[in-house]
């Protein structure tokens, strides 16, 4: 059987269409064979099954599925969880319509004809199984196993789908590595530097705050659950702060709004503890008793003054002020460290900074206040290593490559790992992502995923942009047809999910599938028998304190379990190598930076062709969206996610009017979107968003936002760095 990209596409949205495809998509009239509620009021009866939404959110809600004749009908939050209520986000709402969408791959496929044409026919797993094994197999024979690169993030799965899965396949096959650190690791290196941990209080801690800030995070979009907590806190009089390069939701109902410039921060927060210091403001005590450095801070903050911070950041001298008075004023200040702020050349630099303005202004040690950031207690804290079977791997000198960097690492020509040359890649499984569209330099990735050299495996459970250059494609279930587990890191709960439904067609979950290829790679090891629930048992098995008393029996009954991660440095302890907070950082100076402030800008550090870009594109979250996903959904697809936002000052220079089509570009691609005029943004900032997929794109012209996002790394840690992008503007 042979279909063609266009007849597929088409047959998304008719159902007709889909009927013809012989099963390959199940269309409305298969779903409904399934047995679902035939009265729409009906749907919110029968079996209840608990799953936890697997989204890349802070929330991670536990929820509650409600099964008919073996079909779920509909989602709701399990309210007997406090954080997540009776109700998901937007996106949990649409889980039925997502999980039923008429686009899910339900059989495997094998490409005919040319990459990218978009040819293929039906294959049984047996074929595929085979197809793949032979190929693999045949690599490591002609090129070695480092030949082969796994591709995936943390797409619709937990524990076992994210980590577990995958990760135990490719480290028996001693793959190459894949380093994941696209989302936190700038500001986790930079605040570890300071304090000696990323993690930090439980958010719900807020409530004891007298002021919260919210610094480069966007709870509607990421956290949105957090919220009542926050105006819970609100309602006893708690002060809310926002800095944030765009006006968000919450910054417009903010008692104070600090619009900053992008990558500014380090200069924005040596302006606040320069003004601090200058009126007695700071907190000499905690100060004298917590930390080591203080008169490198002092020495420092002597090579900068007030009025360089307002030219470099943008930020008016009063709102400084304000913000320092409130910040000093308060007892308990609970900050919230967003990840985009990171997501900059010097992201590493300025978490660091952020972590040490905290300790000026002696805001750590109490209940309600302290630093956010990476708290992982709930999903780190789980022997993540036995899941991935990292034993299993028995090259120690596998090449390591940077997601980030993955158009790098596929070149044809010149493939780099880290700057430095490297093998050619000669084949690439990617699940739980989908590169061609969440990778930076999107044209360079899609390019180099066309070569007719790479043999490139994907397995997802619908059409994406990088589905489209497959050798092979494999139907993967989604998170409701399996059993898993998962922590959040917005909130400390360790959470269950439970298999919803059976498996639509002949998809398979991630574990299954990498375990059923294992076997066909002739691997005899016995953790490719373990199930699903022996992972989840092997995740608890650890000594970590935080999961003390946390069983495989126990989390199986109450589904959700809070752990308790009391007062972070009640003791006056940090886990630096000094004991104390340290202001002079060794590490810092080890990388070629000021060893206490860096005010290097990511200016600094681009190319001139990039630099002479006359905006700044930012490309954050939306409510709507979780990265590339929800695009399919029918729901969801009307909230528009191709805009691009500019103030009003650049609009009227440029001509540019509300709905306009507007051209976006630099030296790696264009990318054709919809202008919204707004103050959201100061001038000479635009704002877009992160990860849509091309296919969708309403501006017919196949482009996204990362086909000009910059894959340069971040200064620490090896970050992504999708903020320091410059771009021109221009009408369409």
């Known amino acids: ?16 269409v889909v009927g013809s495809l012989s099963g390959l998509m199940p269309g409305i009239a298969s779903a409904g064979e399934r047995g679902g509620a035939p009265d729409k009021l009906l749907k919110r009866e029968g079996e209840i099954i608990y799953h936890s939404c697997l989204r890349n959110c802070a929330d991670r809600c536990l929820l509650k599925c409600h099964v ?18 009776t109700a998901p986000c937007i996106k949990g709402h649409t889980y039925v ?3 039923y969408a008429p686009d899910r791959i339900l059989h495997p496929m094998a490409r005919v004809g040319a990459k990218g044409e978009g040819k293929w026919r039906r294959i049984s797993w047996d074929e595929a199984y085979k197809t793949i094994s032979d190929r693999l197999k045949k690599i490591i024979a002609e090129d070695g196993s480092d030949a082969i690169l796994p591709y995936s993030y943390s797409g619709n799965y937990g524990t076992i789908g994210m980590y577990g899965a995958g990760e135990r396949f490719f480290n028996k096959l001693n793959s190459r590595i894949l380093d994941r650190n696209v989302c936190i690791h700038a500001g986790l290196h930079g605040v570890e530097s300071a304090i000696g941990t990323a993690m930090g209080p ?29 105006n819970q806190a609100r309602d006893k009089g708690t002060k809310l702060v926002v800095v944030n390069p765009v006006r968000t939701a919450m910054a417009s109902q903010a008692d104070l709004f600090v619009q900053i410039k992008p990558g500014t921060d380090v200069h924005f927060c040596a302006g606040v503890m320069k003004y601090l210091i200058d009126n007695n403001l700071h907190d000499m005590e905690f100060i004298e008793k917590n930390v080591l450095g203080w008169e490198d801070l002092q020495e420092q903050l002597k090579e900068i003054t007030l009025d360089e911070v307002v030219r470099v950041t943008g930020v008016p001298l009063d709102t400084l002020k304000k913000f320092a008075h409130m910040y000093a004023d308060s007892k308990r200040v609970m900050m919230r460290l967003g990840h985009g702020l990171q997501r900059n050349i010097n992201g590493g630099r300025i978490c660091r900074a952020i972590a040490i303005m905290q300790a000026v202004a002696g805001q750590y040690g109490k209940l309600g206040n302290g630093l956010v950031y990476d708290n992982g207690q709930a999903l780190i804290g789980g022997n993540c290593s036995l899941v991935k079977g990292k034993h299993l791997r028995t090259d120690p000198n596998a090449t390591h490559v940077n997601i980030t960097e993955i158009a790098k690492a596929l070149d044809p020509v010149n493939p780099t790992a880290y700057g430095k040359p490297s093998n050619l890649v000669k084949a690439c499984i990617f699940y739980n992502g989908n ?4 990778a930076p330099d999107a044209d360079a990735v899609l390019r180099h995923l066309k070569r007719e050299d790479l043999f490139l495996v994907g397995f997802d459970f619908n059409m994406h942009d990088s589905m489209d250059v497959c050798d092979i494609i494999l139907p993967s279930s989604t998170q409701f047809e399996a059993d898993d587990v998962i922590g959040s890191y917005g909130f400390q709960y360790v959470q269950v999910c439970e298999k919803v439904i059976d498996t639509l067609g002949e998809s398979k979950d991630n574990w299954t599938f990498f375990r059923e290829l294992a076997k066909h790679m002739g691997f005899t090891d016995p953790e490719f028998d373990d199930t699903n629930h022996d992972m989840i048992r092997q995740f608890l098995q650890t000594d970590d304190p935080f999961f003390e008393g946390i069983t495989y029996e126990r989390l199986m009954k109450e589904k959700s379990i809070k752990i308790d991660v009391g007062i972070y440095f009640d003791d006056g302890k940090y886990p630096t190598a000094s004991g104390k907070i340290e202001f002079h950082s060794e590490m810092l100076k080890e990388e070629g930076y000021h060893p206490v402030l860096d005010f290097g800008l990511p200016e600094d550090e681009m190319i001139a062709s990039e630099k002479a870009l006359p905006f700044r594109m930012v490309s954050p979250a939306i409510a709507h969206r979780m990265n590339c996903e929800f695009y399919n959904v029918e729901y969801v697809r009307n909230y528009p996610a191709y805009m691009v936002t500019i103030n009003p000052e650049d609009a009227a220079k440029l001509n540019i009017k509300n709905g306009d089509k507007v051209r976006l570009s630099n030296f790696r691609g264009e990318a054709f979107l919809t202008a919204s005029v707004s103050t959201q943004v100061n001038p000479g900032i635009v704002m877009t968003v992160k990860n849509n997929l091309r296919r969708f794109n309403p501006n017919g012209s196949n482009t996204c936002t990362n086909i000009l996002t910059t894959d340069t790394l971040t200064d620490l840690g090896g970050c992504s760095a999708y903020h320091s992008t410059n771009v021109a503007l221009e009408k369409a």
């Open 1 to 16: 059987m042979k279909m063609n990209r266009r007849t597929f596409l088409q047959g998304v949205g008719a159902s007709s």
């Open 68 to 85: 008919q004749n073996g079909r779920m009908t509909y989602v709701a939050g399990a309210e007997e969880q406090r954080k997540t209520g």
């Open 97 to 99: 319509q997502y999980t």
């Open 202 to 230: 439980d958010p719900e801690q807020v409530i004891h705050a007298d002021c919260y800030i919210s610094y480069g995070w966007n709870e509607p979009a990421t956290n949105v659950h957090f919220i009542k907590y926050i």
């Open 435 to 438: 590169p061609a569209a969440m």
